[in-house]
């Protein structure tokens, strides 16, 4: 057999997807073109590879016998490009930025500017959990969160870079008892339930912050709740719940609520910027570059004396890998 190494990255995404669609859309390819790999390398090995049904596909036990060689072939084509300076930087890098407005934003068009030649394509999702996933899965390249907050088998198959300390804040009803206030002090919320992402599995890494952050002080984390998607549904819920949300400083504006910075202490959100270990993209390293130079510029890992923090933030913030 020829091992042609298109066939077997075909392989290789059918076989962590387990879906034929999700592993052309990995691999932007047609569904039929994907189908019809597998079956060439199929006849060449002479073997099913996959058991396939209207409702799922499966590995075979060849198959299964073949994914840790197709993988070790794979990396090693990778490698052997990557030291002539070829690889993967031909193909669109995908970021995701979480929320548009964001200063994630700003570290993507740096990146744009000191990378003119690849395509740096943002995404606008949620949570690290979730784009930990995506990034492990090739189908986001980056993204932005709370490094610590991940599981620990996660973390041990991602880079991480340290971005940002960022300030932590609360969005009230624009009527709610503390809106008056420039800045809210986190004992004034006592008594409060405030939303913080519980049950979203996206972001558990947020949820578990916000429970650190509120033990002892008389704060509750309010119930899972539907996810509220965009400004009106937004708006909707909070006039229904009532519950302060918490946010950082940079959360877009939303309709009849205020956005309020919290103090004493200043809790602050640590933001790492994370990717796959071994890929090699000159979009990486300009992500890399860009937030360095923006976190030097704006002072974003200098840590306030007053600023509050879990103590396995602080040390995996000390550190890169």
């Given at each position: ?30 569904q ?5 790999d ?37 990396a ?8 002539f300076?070829r ?59 709370r ?9 041990s ?17 624009e ?16 008594g409060?339930t ?16 916000a ?29 229904k ?74 040390l ?6």
């Amino acid at each position: 057999m020829s091992a042609d190494p298109r066939l077997l990255r075909a392989f290789v995404a059918v076989a962590e997807e387990l879906h034929f669609t999700r592993a052309a859309a990995r691999l932007y390819v047609a569904q039929q073109a994907l189908s019809r790999d597998i079956r060439r390398l199929e006849r060449e090995l002479g073997s099913e590879l996959f058991l396939r049904t209207t409702r799922q596909v499966t590995l075979t036990a060849d198959g299964t016998r073949l994914l840790p060689y197709a993988r070790r072939v794979l990396a090693a084509q990778d490698a052997l490009l990557a030291a002539f300076g070829r690889g993967e930087a031909g193909r669109p890098l995908f970021v995701d930025v979480n929320s548009p407005g964001l200063f994630s934003t700003r570290i993507l068009a740096r990146a744009r500017e000191l990378a003119p030649d690849s395509e740096l394509m943002a995404r606008f999702e949620s949570g690290l959990t979730g784009a930990a996933a995506e990034i492990l899965a090739g189908r986001i390249d980056a993204s932005f969160g709370r490094f610590a907050g991940l599981d620990p088998a996660l973390r041990s198959r991602l880079g991480q870079q340290p971005v940002r300390y960022e300030p932590m804040a609360v969005i009230l009803p624009e009527d709610h008892r503390l809106a008056g206030l420039d800045e809210v002090p986190l004992d004034a919320l006592a008594g409060e339930t405030v939303y913080a992402g519980a049950g979203n599995p996206r972001t558990p890494e947020w949820t578990d912050l916000a429970r650190l952050l509120f033990e002892g002080r008389g704060i509750e984390v309010a119930p899972p709740a539907p996810l509220a998607l965009g400004p009106e549904e937004f708006e909707r819920i909070m006039a229904k719940t009532r519950c302060p949300v918490l946010a950082v400083v940079d959360f877009p504006a939303m309709p009849h609520a205020v956005l309020r910075p919290l103090v004493d202490p200043v809790p602050l959100s640590p933001v790492s910027l994370v990717w796959r270990k071994g890929v090699t993209h000159p979009g990486i390293d300009a992500l890399r570059c860009a937030a360095t130079e923006l976190a030097a510029e704006e002072g974003w890992l200098l840590r306030p004396t007053e600023g509050w923090i879990p103590a396995r933030d602080a040390l995996i913030m000390m550190n890169r890998i």
